[in-house]
């Protein structure tokens, strides 16, 4: 596995990656009329470019070199608070899961938010997201909860989670 650093070429393969990923981590949580309009609105291609046009923020795209596909996606943004990096999004494809790469994503995430400066990190992940059993097994917490309104009559109903990477 690799993590390669994505371009402006790549926005549709990352909203590819995240159709194909939400519509498994999201099946039973979301209307499809919500999850459409999420995707349409925080997948699209000039949110995404803004997203890479920002220096603090990046998007890296998960290879399996073995296999030789694009397993997933991870999109953060550092000195998104004082010290603090928010990693926005990590999808991984169905048929990637259970192979490690979430956590190898997520140790890869700790290295890059170390080299910025920032020493914590946050995320928001639903509440019926079973992704909050996996960011606590490495090393998150739940530190708040949200609902936050993101229009259309639609709301994300979610836990905040933190870690912190070391003492500065």
Request: net charge negative; charged share 30%; glycine share 6%.
């Amino acid at each position: 596995m690799k993590l390669i650093k994505a371009k402006e070429k790549d926005i549709p393969l990352i909203q590819d990656l995240a159709k194909r990923s939400w519509e498994d981590a999201y099946a039973e949580i979301l209307s499809q009329e919500q999850m459409k309009y999420m995707l349409e609105t925080m997948y699209s291609e000039t949110e995404i470019s803004d997203h890479l046009k920002n220096p603090n923020y990046h998007y890296y795209l998960v290879f399996d070199e073995v296999l030789n596909v694009f397993d997933g996606f991870l999109g953060y943004e550092n000195h998104y608070e004082d010290k603090t990096t928010k990693l926005h999004r990590i999808y991984l494809v169905p048929e990637s899961k259970g192979k490690g790469l979430g956590k190898k994503t997520l140790e890869f995430l700790n290295e890059k938010v170390e080299e910025s400066g920032d020493n914590r990190i946050i995320l928001n992940v639903n509440k019926y997201n079973s992704a909050q059993k996996f960011y606590e097994s490495q090393g998150y917490k739940i530190y708040d909860e949200g609902v936050f309104d993101i229009g259309n009559g639609y709301v994300m109903d979610d836990y905040l989670m933190e870690i912190s990477l070391y003492n500065s």
